[in-house]
């Protein structure tokens, strides 16, 4: 773990000096690399996309140095949790109304990642359904309401 460690202090070192970044292995098998520094603008990328592309370059390099699968979890600055808690909010928003009119909604087509995050975050709720419609780049959530929910007024 120290090989890797020291591989991807590195690598971010190159892009800035003065970088800050913090590990943490939860379990046996999941790292989580917190990186902080002044301009994340230029790793993160649109919407995200480069930061992804850092992550899964990361994923292979751990790969060929440690031998057990392990799971990376790569954030800039907290975006990818900033993002997160704006698609939760996101869905709930858009299932109270989805519950309140009736009327189904498709978000935009969006990641595998951001699509389970508005899956998980309505799991519990009984009064709409998730899925996923679409193909490839197109694939989008979309919100229905339940079946079996009942609206009394």
Do not use: W
Request: include cysteine; charge should be neutral.
């Amino acid at each position: 773990m120290e090989k890797i460690k020291k591989i991807i202090r590195e690598i971010f070192y190159f892009i800035d000096p003065d970088i800050k970044i913090d590990f943490s292995l939860q379990e046996e098998n999941h790292l989580f690399i917190d990186v902080k520094m002044k301009e994340p603008r230029a790793l993160i990328g649109e919407k995200g996309q480069t930061l992804s592309e850092i992550e899964r370059l990361i994923k292979i390099i751990c790969r060929k140095n440690y031998d057990d699968l392990l799971y990376i979890n790569l954030d800039i600055n907290n975006y990818k949790k900033r993002k997160e808690d704006y698609l939760k909010s996101l869905a709930k928003e858009v299932a109270d109304d989805v519950s309140f009119t009736g009327i189904e909604k498709k978000f935009p087509p969006m990641s595998a990642s951001e699509r389970r995050i508005i899956h998980l975050s309505l799991l519990d709720r009984e009064d709409v359904t998730t899925e996923s419609v679409g193909e490839k780049e197109d694939r989008r959530v979309l919100i229905k309401k339940s079946s079996s929910s009942t609206t009394q007024r």
